[in-house]
């Protein structure tokens, strides 16, 4: 017998939306004067951060004594910083990115990415800008809170004071059964679990993230610190992640090399830092702002759909 998953997983319908979306995004880039560009899906460095897994491959070049180790992108961010800082302005690209260990109703190991940076803009700048689309694409312009006052919210807990014990009394009623977890672990726990279900299904911008959930972003020394950063959600899934950029190569080098301390104590695998990246900083990065959004779950959003599998053609199981 021969099987049926050979057929798409998504109906027409929904393949003439993603279609449609895409078309919507590339205009809306292009009346703005942001440039589309394309950049490597292999590289032979990876993402350092912890939650994230690099899938990771061989190539065979002529001549080469033995195979190049690379990995597959998680993101298009790192090249896209050397073409900031090559002078290249504004830019945006739709890529095919690829993470292990991703899987299910909101997960593909395969999935698009729209991101995006403006130099010149703030955070504040660009969370304008994602209300702007997705007003263009008929949904409404988000709301827009502090991590610290919906986490107190819905955990009565400061993220920026709280002690780590506290927090991991609140993660342990709430299930998590890891003993040893570090604050970040704790912090994304509690708020996926707490804040994540009770944020606004029509839309909210989460920004002004504890330092030690900075990532990639700028920290501004208040008090407390707090850093630069943002997240879109829709219907309660996280859509859209936003920094104003960090462009200091060394706080970005110290950041590397926590990240791969932090997976060396869970048990993972230390990653390749990218050099090059930390190269193009030490030239100058220009002062922007940057956002990279899940094109799938967006489209989730305006079609209604559940599951990832239904706005793709061919979900991995399919591949």
Sequence with gaps: MVSAD?????????????AGL????????????????????LSHAAATDPNIQSLQSRVHLPQASAAAEVCLHTSP???MKRLLAAGLG??????????????????????????????GFDHHRLMDEIAELLQMLGLPAPARSTYRDVFMRHTGLCPHTAPDEALQNRAAELGLVASGADRNLLLDFLFSRTVTPRLPASGALVYAYPVSQAALARIVPSLPPVAERFELFLSGMEIANGFHELGDSVEQRRRFAADNARRASRGLPVMPVDERLLAALDSGLP?????????ERLLMVLTGSKRIDEVVAFPFARS
């Design 287 to 295: 002062d922007c702002a940057g956002a990279a959004l899940g094109v």
């Design 22 to 41: 895409l078309c919507a995004i590339r205009t809306f880039m292009h009346d703005r004067g942001v440039l589309e560009v394309e950049t490597p899906a």
């Design 6 to 18: 050979w057929r798409p997983s998504a109906t027409r319908d929904i393949l003439a939306r993603r």
């Design 77 to 79: 961010e790192f090249p």
């Design 90 to 119: 504004p830019i945006f690209q739709v890529a095919k990115v690829f993470r292990d260990h991703e899987c299910g109703p909101l997960h593909q190991p395969e999935f698009t990415m729209l991101e995006w940076y403006r130099p």
